[in-house]
């Protein structure tokens, strides 16, 4: 066997250990929590399931930062944890105030990252926050649409604005890479319509 060869074998192997066996692995695990039971049995259902998907419906790799801040994304689920439970009440004023909600606004927010991976788990942690939602994605421009709950003053919207981009640094600096942090400290290009 030739040395180019060894290296083609050695570099697949090293790639199917950083993508193929951390996505069966999430899979196995999705398929238990789906059937709601632990058993050998559904853990080996699981495996089959998922390296069927994987094998007969392969995905390109997606490119993940090797870089993970535990203090950080310690800080980012307490801090966002504290924006569901706040927007989670304000919410629920909102559903039973007798004059119920009067206005609503869609909210155009510049992101930092360029990276699809980050902007993304970006994306969904600010969707997640009751009250907005993410209704449009612009990767390319690095820009998202939120549609955000009973916004009658300006400074509402702005507030919105920037709890968007503050969950969007916490995101970054948790688990980004370093040219997302590098991003981070840039700053934003100027919205043009």
């Known amino acids: 066997m030739s040395d180019t060869r060894r290296i083609t074998n050695a570099r697949r192997i090293a790639v199917a250990w950083r993508y193929d066996v951390p996505l069966v692995a999430g899979l196995t695990v999705l398929w238990a929590l789906l059937w709601g039971s632990w058993t050998p049995l559904t ?11 994987t094998q007969l419906l392969p ?13 950080s994304a310690l800080r980012f689920l307490v801090v966002w944890s504290g924006f569901v439970v706040a927007a989670s009440f304000r919410v629920a004023w909102a559903a039973f105030r007798p004059r119920g909600v009067r206005r609503s606004s869609i909210v155009l927010v510049q992101l930092h990252t360029t990276s699809e991976m980050t902007f993304t788990l970006a994306t ?24 955000v709950l009973d916004t009658e003053r300006l400074e509402q919207v702005d ?12 995101v970054i600096r948790a688990l980004g890479s370093r040219q997302d942090v590098s991003e981070l400290s840039e700053p934003l290009p100027e919205v043009v319509r």
């Open 124 to 147: 969904i942690a600010i969707s997640l926050v009751p009250g907005s939602y993410v209704a449009d994605v612009d990767l390319r421009h690095r820009r998202i649409l939120l549609h």
């Open 159 to 170: 507030a919105e604005r920037r709890t968007a981009l503050r969950i969007e640094a916490m």
């Open 43 to 53: 853990l080996l259902c699981g495996l089959v399931v998922a390296l069927l998907v």
């Open 59 to 71: 995905l390109p790799p997606v490119p993940l930062s090797a870089r993970f801040s535990v203090p």
